[in-house]
């Protein structure tokens, strides 16, 4: 570094206190609004008294709970929804838009998750595309990747996470790269209390380095987070985040559970 140089003392200082991202992905649960504000007393009350001065805390309820979960968010707790459409607006029945996401005070939006790929037959030119009208609206998004149980024995991981991250990147600018958070949720984790080894996961982030550096340069992909995600559980936190040196977790079944999903957000802020 440059003596004097006070751009560059910027960047570096950025790169030192980035934070770290503990995203409770809700899927399709909290089915009464009962059991939602049983959630979020519960949520308010584990929050009470802790400081995570590192880490940004994000909860992503299905749609219909966004404004209630929006009135109770605080400086400390952050609201993101788990899908979006890929046009603004329009005659799309059933669908919601980026814009309807950050009126109800959402900053975040999740993207590509692998039950979307499953069960929605959703592609990563798709991902492209709904990346893309986030960035519009101001949302940052959240984008997983990541490969099949298939996939990974059969040699293709490299392949298929090559395409799946150029693909999800194509025609983004570096200043919007910076805003995408990137998850590496290996699909034969999710929801299977399986967990990838330290050196897989430090592999992938190498692996996913080495992609972006094909088309951003050093600083641009020193302030863009990539995440761990699939069956992150307090037990595994250090495992598949602090290890292998991630930005945060992506917690699906633990983020029904605050206490649990604190727990993990507090030995991730604390790096211990
Ligand atoms: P899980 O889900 O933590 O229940 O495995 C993770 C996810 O789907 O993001």
Redesign the pocket.
């Known amino acids: 570094m440059e003596i004097g140089n006070p751009n560059k003392k910027r960047i570096k200082l950025m790169e030192l206190i980035m934070k770290k991202y503990i995203i409770g ?1 809700l ?1 399709m649960h909290l089915l009464t609004i009962a059991e939602r504000e049983r959630y979020l007393d519960w949520m308010e009350k584990g929050m009470k008294g802790k400081k995570f001065n590192d880490a940004e805390i994000i909860l992503c309820p299905p749609y219909v709970h966004l404004e209630a979960f929006s009135q109770r968010k605080n400086k400390k707790l952050k609201l993101g929804a788990q899908n979006l459409f890929q046009e603004l607006k329009g005659s799309f029945t059933g669908e919601v838009s980026a814009g309807m996401i950050k009126a109800v005070g959402c900053e975040y939006v ?1 993207i590509g ?3 979307r790929r499953k069960y929605f037959g959703e592609t990563s030119a798709l991902a492209n595309q709904k990346i893309k009208v986030a960035l519009k609206a101001g949302l940052n998004p959240i984008y ?1 990747f990541g490969e099949t149980r298939a996939e990974r024995d059969g040699g293709f991981i490299k392949d298929v996470i090559t395409n799946q991250i150029l693909t999800a990147v194509e025609g983004i600018s570096p200043m919007n790269l910076e805003k995408i958070i990137f ?1 590496y ?1 290996p699909v034969w ?5 399986v967990i990838p080894k330290v050196n897989e996961i430090l592999e992938v982030r190498i692996l996913w380095k080495k992609i972006l550096m094909g088309k951003f340069n050093a600083k641009t992909i020193g302030r863009t987070s990539l995440l761990y ?5 307090s037990k595994w936190a250090k495992e598949v985040c602090i290890d292998p040196e991630m930005d945060g977790v ?6 029904l559970v605050p206490d649990e999903f604190l727990k993990i957000a507090e030995i991730i802020n604390n790096n211990q």
């Open positions: 992905n899927k999740i998750h692998s039950e997983c998850a949720e984790a999710v929801g299977t209390d995600g699939g069956s992150v559980k992506l917690v699906g079944r633990e983020s």
